[in-house]
C-alpha cells in the first residue's frame, strides 16, 4: 500500500516547473517533486552525518575520499561480474 498523500500550494521559478513537466513522464509532475523532495532530504540527512562524524573525528581527507570511492567502485564492479542478471 502506497503512503498517504496530501495535496500542497508550492512556488516555483516558471523555468524549473516546465522542465520538471517536461521530464515528469507517466507518473505526473507531483510524482517528479515528490521524488526530488526525497533525494534532497536524503542529502540533507548524510549532509548531518557527515558533520557529526567530522565533529568526533575531525575533517575527512580528499586521499581518504579517493580511496572510500576506489573500494565502493571495486565492489560495484565485483557486484556486476559476479550477477549473472547483469547486462
Given at each position: 500500500?502506497?503512503?498517504?498523500?496530501?495535496?500542497?500550494?508550492?512556488?516555483?521559478?516558471?523555468?524549473?516547473?516546465?522542465?520538471?513537466r517536461?521530464?515528469?513522464?507517466?507518473?505526473?509532475?507531483?510524482?517528479?517533486?515528490?521524488?526530488?523532495?526525497?533525494?534532497?532530504?536524503?542529502?540533507?540527512?548524510?549532509?548531518?552525518?557527515?558533520?557529526?562524524?567530522?565533529?568526533?573525528?575531525?575533517?575527512?581527507g580528499?586521499?581518504?575520499?579517493?580511496?572510500?570511492?576506489?573500494?565502493?567502485?571495486q565492489?560495484?564492479?565485483?557486484?556486476?561480474?559476479?550477477?549473472?542478471?547483469?547486462?
Amino acid at each position: 500500500m502506497s503512503e498517504p498523500t496530501q495535496k500542497y500550494s508550492i512556488t516555483m521559478p516558471r523555468d524549473i516547473a516546465e522542465a520538471a513537466r517536461a521530464r515528469s513522464g507517466p507518473s505526473g509532475l507531483s510524482a517528479y517533486v515528490a521524488a526530488a523532495v526525497a533525494r534532497q532530504i536524503e542529502r540533507d540527512n548524510l549532509n548531518e552525518l557527515i558533520a557529526v562524524a567530522e565533529a568526533e573525528h575531525g575533517p575527512i581527507g580528499d586521499e581518504e575520499i579517493r580511496s572510500r570511492r576506489d573500494a565502493l567502485l571495486q565492489a560495484r564492479e565485483q557486484q556486476r561480474s559476479s550477477d549473472p542478471h547483469a547486462a
